[in-house]
């Protein structure tokens, strides 16, 4: 059993940062991408960010120069920076792990979501 742990989501005023955390527990061998998406009320879950075992990344064009993924192999752990928030950048945001490697097999995890809120 493999649990995606998110933290970091908030409040904060349009031009502030926020840092998102996202850990990966249980027996894990190997995680071949890890990922941020969000959903806002009434629109679809849409890609921000995704990161690859070998530290490729990827952005929404929306975000680039504004946020940025990162991830610690050795923690199984992706963060995502965010910086100079928009309003129309509130939305709950979901982090994504696929391809991970356990002892039964491969599958991908999801986490709970965590709310970020950008006041004008």
């Known amino acids: 059993q493999v649990q995606l742990v998110e933290s970091g989501g908030g409040l904060v005023q349009a031009g502030g940062s926020l840092r998102l955390s996202c850990a990966a527990f249980?027996?894990?061998?190997?995680?071949?991408?890890m990922g941020w998406y969000r959903q806002a009320p009434g629109k679809q879950r849409e890609l921000v960010a995704v990161?690859?075992?070998?530290?490729?990344?990827n952005y929404a064009d929306s975000v680039k120069g504004r946020f940025t993924i990162s991830r610690d192999n050795a923690k199984n752990t992706a963060y995502l920076q965010m910086n100079s928030l928009k309003p129309e950048d509130t939305a709950v945001y979901y982090c994504?792990?696929?391809?991970?490697?356990?002892?039964?097999?491969?599958?991908?995890?999801w986490g709970q979501g965590t709310q970020v809120t950008v006041s004008s």
């Open positions: 994504n792990a696929d391809k991970v490697f356990i002892p039964t097999g491969v599958r991908d995890y």
């Open positions: 249980g027996t894990i061998f190997s995680i071949n991408a």
């Open positions: 990161i690859t075992s070998d530290g490729s990344t």
